[in-house]
């Protein structure tokens, strides 16, 4: 085929388009179909078209209209390959940027649409399309630009619906669309995923070849998109760089997640029902998992309405794991997509992934090396070890061009290595698989869609990928071994299940050990070295101190506790009483203690350990300020605030001193002061500090680490007890739902976040809501915690207060009876949770008419609050 000469590209375009005339777009009242109208429902098309009534679908399955004859020329044309989408969503601010872009106008103009696969794209397109389609003397035209052979049979059809000769063919043929598409005064031509930029003569790589090697040599797509004094033409195209190339800079629009009104809108309309109220803290969540995402939440929505799925139940389904992904793998039929591609959402990004493949290798690693790390605050310095350590792949996997090249700090020209890293990231970054971080700080970190990770793993988990699966999450851990700093755990999430992949158990042992406080894979790492080296060797009584200290992360305390006393043991005869990590061991032991509500066994222990790490690691050193802290939080545990408060804010200055302001133990001590002032009453104070720790933790930890979710709540704590209760209970909801996601669902955090919701329901008299969380929440606690735990009684407690609010007196007498009784035995007679329960049995004596019984326990609770060194906040 030969060269056609190159004709004009966008700056010319750009350049045109400043002068042209704007009209405003047909509003969202104008999306009902009008009599008379192009649309390709109904009768009403029938003035329009030679061929009957309604619209007409050619052998290659498109809708087209012809009004009048099928000459184009005067009368308008309409080849648009699916009907119209009656239930799209309004996604005002795209609309609105569409319609300010590409405004009905007699002059040419151009734009463009990006984002990820599945964002929605086509649909803002097809809707588009139609709503131009009002217009009777406006000609549209659909062209999927995926590669050539798709073009070149889309304007074919085109050639036939506009009568050219048959006998045309090859450039000729394209030619003459063009120019009989030029030739018209109003038309639309929708380029639908142009996303191999580089058929249509925009250089992708710094050699120039990879996916658009040849083009030199051959014509370029360009050459046949109609340009000309009138008309209209928008693209859609996974690849941000179509921005700048194809269209103007500034007339490319980004299409990403929805809104929350939007995604709900999404989700009740395919699903064909509302969500109820009893549904909507589930759909949010669910809405939160999918991230917002369109086609996820399409083909949810699909799902759940063909299985009468509720939300909470889909939910579920979207466990970590294999469940996932044969739940993420659904592909609902859709008639608004283009047939024979897959609507999975773990399966729709596989062409944005070969296509990084083809044009820049070293982009395509870090994306495979990224999936097996946590999605969000990824540092600069991952991608920079995984350029360096990359190795050859298997046999035959490595194809492309000098991308794949890998750096190292030998290189001749670290300036050339910053460049093809740099290259690399970008190349990410412009097909929206990777997102720089907003951050104050100095340090650049990314974070990546949650769902583009499933789909990099779910694509390396078949059988063929065997070998480059192994291959990614070897070099994923040695990226982290290499990285990982002592003592600054805060980088680092979840991962996935490296010893197993790699096939080396001797090394990873030594490699999960030295990433042990995110790794979650300690039970393996002990086996390994118990079987290798020996019970009693340091490193495995430091594996089995590592598997304690995840099973206590994971909630799971009973079995930490039975771990630790004999990773104590242990110590105590191998390394001797004064050692420091048989400090450390007595100190984790007594953590252990106050998490179960053991609060005398836990201070006892805390303040030998202070003791100890006095005498032999000195005042300032890090792990006895951390002795303090902990021995403080019992304190507080204990209603014994005033001393609580004492040693926190010696704590927090000596944290200051030593670690500086943003070391995570800093911001910790912050969080646990703001704690005290808010179980003293003092909100505004609390208020003050929580805000700002939620701001440091952001920054420093990222969104989805288990800190910051907890100083959400922490702050959602007090918005509650200030009234705030619209505040409180948004943030509840989302703490919820990223703890379901992080944590899991039986995790004490988790359930202590369906706690902190149904109280604020609670104080808004949503008392039906709250009791039916209530019940649920002492049921998991009794299931997880037991039945004497603080936690526990705290439910029970919970819950006869929303029968006292109900007017089901006897019922709450009879619990809070129950729960007097447990916290004199669990926590004291002067604790001000037991305080609480006196005056709150009281309450309900009072208003079955009791006055005697309410008025003895009244004086109690009024002795206790007044002569006692505790206490007790309003």
């Not at 050699?207 to 209209?232: C, I, M, N």
């Not at 070293?362 to 350590?389: C, G, R, T």
């Not at 086996?527 to 290798?532: A, P």
């Not at 927090?652 to 910790?668: C, F, N, S």
């Amino acid at each position: 085929m030969k060269r056609l000469l190159p004709r004009q590209k966008a700056a010319d375009i750009d350049a045109a388009e400043n002068h042209r005339k704007k009209l405003p777009l047909s509003n969202d009242r104008d999306r009902d179909e009008q009599p008379g109208t192009a649309s390709q429902h109904g009768d009403g098309n029938r003035q329009f078209n030679n061929f009957g009534t309604g619209p007409q679908k050619n052998v290659d399955g498109n809708y087209f209209e012809a009004k009048g004859n099928q000459h184009f020329g005067p009368r308008a044309c309409r080849v648009i390959p699916f009907p119209r989408n009656e239930d799209v969503i309004n996604r005002a601010h795209i609309f609105n940027q569409l319609d300010a872009l590409l405004p009905p106008t007699s002059e040419y103009q151009s734009g463009a649409l990006w984002g990820l696969g599945g964002s929605g794209k086509t649909q803002v397109a097809l809707e588009y399309a139609y709503r131009r389609s009002r217009d009777p003397a406006c000609s549209v035209f659909w062209v999927h630009a995926d590669n050539e052979t798709t073009f070149t049979q889309d304007y074919k059809a085109i050639a036939k619906r506009l009568g050219l000769a048959g006998g045309l063919d090859g450039p000729e043929l394209l030619t003459a669309v063009r120019e009989r598409i030029e030739a018209g005064s109003c038309w639309l031509l929708i380029l639908d995923n142009a996303d191999n930029l580089a058929a249509f003569g925009v250089g992708r790589t710094q050699s120039g070849k990879g996916q658009g090697r040849g083009v030199e040599e051959k014509h370029s797509l360009y050459d046949f998109v109609p340009r000309g004094s009138a008309g209209t033409v928008l693209w859609t195209s996974r690849d941000k760089r179509i921005g700048g190339s194809l269209v103007g800079a500034k007339r490319a629009i980004n299409v990403a997640r929805m809104t929350d009104a939007e995604a709900m809108a999404l989700l009740e309309t395919v699903g064909n029902r509302k969500i109820g109220e009893g549904e909507r803290d589930g759909a949010a969540q669910l809405l939160a998992e999918l991230d917002w995402f369109p086609l996820a939440v399409s083909q949810a929505a699909a799902y759940m309405q063909r299985t009468s799925t509720t939300p909470n139940a889909y939910l579920l389904k979207l466990a970590r794991g294999k469940k996932r992904w044969k739940t993420l793998q659904q592909s609902e039929f859709d008639r608004h997509r283009k047939a024979g591609l897959s609507n999975s959402i773990l399966e729709t990004w596989d062409i944005s992934m070969e296509q990084i493949r083809q044009e820049n290798e070293m982009a395509y690693d870090i994306l495979h090396v990224l999936a097996f790390l946590d999605s969000q605050n990824i540092p600069l310095e991952i991608m920079i070890q995984a350029a360096a350590l990359r190795d050859e792949k298997p046999t035959g996997d490595r194809r492309g061009d000098g991308s794949t090249r890998s750096i190292s700090s030998g290189s001749d020209s670290e300036d050339d290595d910053h460049e093809v890293l740099h290259a690399a990231i970008q190349v990410l970054q412009e097909f929206s698989f990777l997102h720089l971080r907003t951050s104050e700080g100095t340090s650049r970190a990314y974070e990546m869609h949650k769902l583009v990770q499933d789909a990099t793993q779910y694509a390396l988990s078949r059988r063929d990928r065997r070998e480059d699966e192994v291959y990614f999450s070897k070099l994923a851990l040695r990226v982290v071994t290499d990285l990982f700093p002592e003592r600054r755990r805060e980088l680092w999430g979840e991962s996935g299940e490296w010893a197993e992949l790699c096939e080396g158990e001797i090394e990873a042992s030594g490699l999960l050990s030295r990433v042990s406080n995110y790794m979650y894979d300690h039970k393996r790492a002990y086996e390994f070295r118990r079987k290798r080296l020996g019970e009693k060797h340091p490193d495995t009584i430091g594996s089995m101190a590592h598997l304690a200290a995840t099973y206590g992360a994971q909630g799971m305390y009973e079995e930490a506790e039975k771990i630790f006393v004999e990773v104590l043991a242990l110590r105590r005869d191998v390394l001797g009483e004064k050692h420091p990590d048989t400090i450390g061991s007595m100190a984790h032991l007594a953590a252990t203690y106050n998490a179960q509500g053991m609060y005398e066994e836990a201070e006892k222990i805390f303040v030998e350990v202070l003791a100890l790490r006095c005498d032999v690691l000195g005042e300032k050193h890090p792990d006895t300020i951390w002795s303090m802290a902990h021995l403080a939080v019992t304190y507080g545990a204990q209603g014994r605030y005033e001393e609580a408060e004492k040693i926190k804010v010696e704590v927090l200055a000596l944290r200051r001193d030593v670690l500086g302001e943003k070391h995570p133990d800093t911001i910790g001590s912050m969080a646990d002061l703001a704690m005290t002032y808010n179980a003293q009453g003092r909100y505004e104070e609390a208020e003050k500090i929580k805000v700002e720790v939620l701001a440091l933790r952001r920054n420093v930890l990222g969104e989805k680490h288990p800190d910051t979710i907890e100083s959400m709540a922490h702050l959602a704590m007090t918005y509650n007890a200030q009234g705030r209760y619209e505040e409180a209970e948004k943030i509840f909801v989302e703490v919820l739902a990223l703890r379901r996601d992080v944590l899991g669902e039986k995790h004490p955090n988790t359930i202590g976040s369906m706690a902190d919701l149904a109280v604020t329901y609670g104080a808004q008299g949503r008392y039906e809501e709250a009791e039916k969380i209530f019940v649920e929440v002492l049921a998991l606690r009794r299931d997880v915690l037991g039945e004497k735990h603080p936690d526990t009684i705290e439910s029970m407690a919970d819950l006869a207060m929303t029968y006292h609010n109900q007017g089901r007196y006897e019922e709450a007498e009879k619990i809070k009876v129950e729960v007097l009784a447990l916290r004199r035995d669990v926590l004291g007679e002067t604790h001000p949770d037991t305080i609480w329960s006196m005056a709150h049995l009281a309450a309900t004596y009072h208003n079955q008419g009791r006055r005697q019984q309410a008025l003895q326990l009244s004086r109690y609770y009024w002795r206790y609050r007044y002569t006692k060194k505790t206490m007790v906040s309003d």
